[in-house]
């Protein structure tokens, strides 16, 4: 059984690419625009690993990550940030939120993969 992304990113393209990176590696993917519409899909479905952009509208990366940890099933799920902040002062607001890791975009798509797959298989 293939494992769920959730990918979450305001920018098309990021997703497309990221989606087609992810899918090509074997896992399904579940696309969100915004943080809301990303926290609406977790809710809806079993995801194994959130990649979140932090900058985009209605709800930014860091408050979806503070709100799926609130939630039981999100306790322990990976949550990595994908994003083009590479500031310590944004990883560690970041780690406090409870990302588990951080890459920083422009991103290499072996790379992305090696990551997931170190993360959840």
């Known amino acids: ?28 993917v579940v696309e ?15 995801i194994n690993l959130v990649l979140t952009d932090q900058n985009m509208p209605i709800m930014d990366g860091l408050t979806l990550i503070k709100t799926l940890r609130t939630l039981p099933e999100y306790k322990t799920t990976p949550i990595l940030m994908l994003t083009t902040e590479a500031g310590e002062a944004m990883k560690s607001q970041g780690k406090a939120a409870g990302a588990t890791g951080w890459m920083v975009k422009p991103f290499d798509p072996e790379k992305l993969i090696e990551v997931v797959k170190k993360v959840i298989g």
């Open 32 to 46: 969100a625009v915004d943080g809301q519409d990303g926290l609406d899909k977790a809710k809806s479905q079993t």
């Open 1 to 28: 059984m293939a494992k769920t992304i959730l990918a979450v990113d305001d920018s098309v393209s990021i997703r497309q690419m990221v989606a087609y990176t992810l899918k090509g590696a074997g896992y399904n």
